[in-house]
């Protein structure tokens, strides 16, 4: 998930791998793509007359993937200075994470369907998941995880969608979506425990993390703190009215009790995060493309920096080693913690998402968002502002088509507040190394995906760091390469 917490590991438009419906790269798979690169179940039942689908009453996909990254020494002026934990380790490290997800749907009634989602979960992060801001290396990692394989409900919620005309749209078959055709213009009524993500900023060029980029500055909006648990999930509502090539999507979830960690706060109504999405689709030189603004307004108990300073500086006694109540574990006792000033604060961010296709087999995307950064992170990064871009394309041109390849550049900032709180020796969910000398976080990412055999994937990843945390005392560069092995079902 992510350093949110998530296995951010949303389930969203496979760029083209099994079907070309609906993304930025195009083109549909070529005829008889689906039957020769998939374990296809789906379609042995077809075939036998038991399933339809062009219009299912059920489906069940499946997917396991395994990633394993390597971190090489770098430089660091210091780490973890006067007993703040957390640095990024300048030693060399190993990290991974395996995962294994069954997605069942099921239609109820007309417009109605279900949808129950286990997985399991192990993993290993770098420094234990400390010392990255916007930039972590594998957006599979969770809060919390351990290495022993943990199994869960990372989803189960009801989805009802209401016709309103238009051109009829088909809709293939695919993990949390039951092949059938629906209008262009529709309502769809989320109900249940699910992603943010999984309503909000789909994008059909970085498609499925766990078929493309692997660092979570590609996921989604760095700086976007929407709730959810530790894992990355929540219990709440969306609405979605598509109308034509417009789509306004609303969703309203529940936060942690305490922010990073996994139980959630059901007082719906005191404590929430809520999250618009405008979106328009278009054409361009005969391509598709789409461009997407979303913001958020969190309602949440979290501390601000500002006042955790504050407090700090009018008695010094109120410092990070003195903490009695939730807090991250820090032993400096020079340092302010946010302990201590934690309150209902309200958070807010505005973001813009851009896709393009820019021939049939290629698709570019950009995503830029700013948050105020006057608060500790409730749920996913320690990033403030971020921006990233970059390219997909898939391997038509070279005679491997379900192959895919991209580049991609994500740079994060902290704010002035966070920055000053994180100089005296301050730490949130993920950062701070006792003091600082600030700076942009950045990563570099370049990324091969083989289609090994029907729906097996092996990809090999480079990923070049730079000022981990937003310190420049701690700039590096630093190595990363990855190795990922994915299969779906």
Known sequence: MSPGGRSLARVSLLVGVLSGAGTALGQAAPPGAHEDVAFDVMNVLSRAGLHDPDDERW?????????SSWKFPFPAAYTNLNGSPNSLLPTAERSFTFSATLFLGVRLWPGGEVYVVPEVIAERPLSNLHGLGGAIQNFELQKGGSETPQI???????????????????????????????DARRLVIW???????????????????????????????????????ARGYSYGVALELYWDAWAIRYAQLTPPQDPNQLPLDFRFFTYFGSNLELEHRHTLWGLPGAVKVVGYRNQVFTGSFDDAVSAF???????????????????????????????????????????????????????AMYSDGKSEVDAFNAADRSLSFGAVARGTRWGRPFDLTGIGLGLSWASSEHARYLALGGIDGFIGDGALRQAAEGVFEIFYSFNLFKAIWLSGDVQLLWNPGYNADRGGPLVILGARAHAEF
């Open 59 to 67: 489906n069940l996909y499946g997917q396991a993937t395994y990633i």
């Open 313 to 367: 500086q009018a008695n010094p006694a109120q410092n990070a080693a003195a903490c009695t109540s939730f807090n991250y574990g820090s032993k400096n006792a020079t340092a302010p913690d946010l302990c201590w000033v934690r309150k209902n604060n309200v958070k807010l961010g505005i973001g813009i998402a851009i896709e393009q296709a820019v021939t049939p087999e290629i698709g570019v995307f950009l995503r």
């Open 191 to 229: 109900v249940g425990d699910f992603s943010v993500l999984d309503v909000l900023d789909k994008n059909g060029v970085t498609g499925d993390p766990r078929q493309t980029f692997f660092n979570m500055a590609f996921m989604t909006h760095a700086s976007w703190d929407f709730t959810a648990d």
């Open 152 to 182: 869960y409900k990372a989803r189960f919620y009801l989805r009802q969608t209401f016709g309103f005309g238009g051109e009829p749209v088909k809709q293939d078959s695919n993990p949390m979506q039951l092949g059938g055709t629906v």
